[in-house]
């Protein structure tokens, strides 16, 4: 169900960017940091995402002089490994792998004349209402937040006085901001903030890609959600193929999008040596008692875009047998196993 649900969103994103004005009428957009003179005169504009990036995440924006479609490009291409299909479908995984980067292209067409043009409108000595879905956390004192494009009813609203007044990497993440968020993840995964697009985009432009994880030749448990509920929880643990070390990857799991894996070493709470042939095995029963419930592993929340909240594997011994519970808040105490979603792990040994 899953790998089918991937294709339907694959393809329906890739089929509305030749649609012009399809939109549901729900806004969103980029905001910039606007800073002015005394006389109100824009002195200078950065994409929120980027100042985000550098000042909350100290990330090193890479600024360029490059012209503005060729950064675009560039930052798109390396989204190309930013949507999973899961572990084990390599197919699914190199069709996707090969189309994120058309669809956030058809998207950043419109802003140079090609695709559906007319999705775009360039409008001087407007101001937009602010849109809620930002959940901003901070900017400066000084300067403020104004809307530089907004998303209505299927098309882009730029304010292009502001706009003009950004340097050609603002400019290039604007657009790459749009093609990921508005025009994706927004308008065809009903994500319900921007957070996770400006990170993104901050990350790219910091010079970040999406790496492909492993593929299925690598040695790996993969645990799915046994509720099935919708977003289903999907957690992977596989073996470095360098180091031999366990590392984690989570999927689209409780996610607001299924934009982006997060690889990172599986942390071990308990500071026990476990290899990775025992990390979800029942050999982890001889550590703890029966009933006691246990940290597995838990997902860095360094990953590409950050995570807010750090999911984690847990586990509970029932007469030497080994039960896995999902925890999407890393922060949840281990004795709340009401609020765990119970995991099926299956060892693959790769080839």
């Known amino acids: 169900m899953k790998t089918c649900l991937s294709l339907l969103l694959l393809f329906s994103s890739l089929n509305a960017f030749a649609v012009s004005g399809s939109g549901s009428g729900v806004r969103g957009g980029g905001k910039g940091v606007v800073c002015r003179d ?39 291409q390396r989204f190309a490994g930013a949507v999973s299909a899961g572990f084990d ?12 980067p058309q669809i956030y292209n058809r998207g950043a067409d419109i802003f140079f004349g090609k695709g559906s043009a ?6 001087r000595d407007v101001a937009f209402a602010p849109t809620d879905d930002a959940m901003e956390e901070a900017w400066p004192s000084k300067c403020a937040l104004e809307q530089v494009a907004a998303y209505s009813n299927g098309a882009i609203l730029l304010n292009q006085d502001l706009f ?10 604007l657009i790459v901001h749009e093609a990921v968020y508005s025009l994706h993840l927004l308008e065809h995964m009903h994500a319900p903030n921007s957070v996770r697009a400006r990170r993104a985009v901050g990350y790219v432009f910091s010079g970040g890609n999406f790496d492909a994880v492993p593929d299925s030749t690598v040695a790996h448990y993969n645990c799915t959600d046994l509720e099935d509920k919708a977003p289903s929880n999907y957690f992977t643990v596989y073996k470095d193929p360098d180091t031999g070390a366990p590392m984690g990857a989570i999927f689209d799991g409780f996610d607001e999008t299924p934009m982006g894996y997060f690889p990172g070493k599986v942390r071990d709470f308990n500071d026990l040596a476990r290899s990775f042939d025992t990390v979800l095995s029942d050999a982890q029963c001889s550590l703890f008692k029966d009933s006691e419930t246990f940290w597995i592993a838990q997902l860095p929340n360094k990953g590409p875009v950050d995570f807010d909240r750090r999911p984690s594997l847990v586990g509970r011994c029932d007469h030497g047998k080994l039960a896995v519970f999902f925890a999407r808040d890393g922060s949840i105490g281990l004795e709340d196993t009401d609020k765990l979603v119970p995991m099926a792990c299956t060892f693959h040994p790769g080839r």
Not at 118 to 123: C, F, G, P, Y
């Open 164 to 173: 003009e007044k950004m340097n050609p990497t603002n400019q290039a993440a």
């Open 38 to 76: 005394a006389a109100q005169n824009v002195l200078s504009v950065e994409l929120l995402d980027l100042w985000e990036a550098r000042t909350l995440r100290n990330r090193t924006v890479q600024l360029s002089d490059a012209p503005v479609e060729e950064q675009v490009r560039a930052a798109i």
């Open 118 to 123: 007319s999705m775009l409108k360039r409008l």
């Open 89 to 100: 479908n390599e197919e699914l995984a190199k069709l996707l792998r090969e189309s994120t």
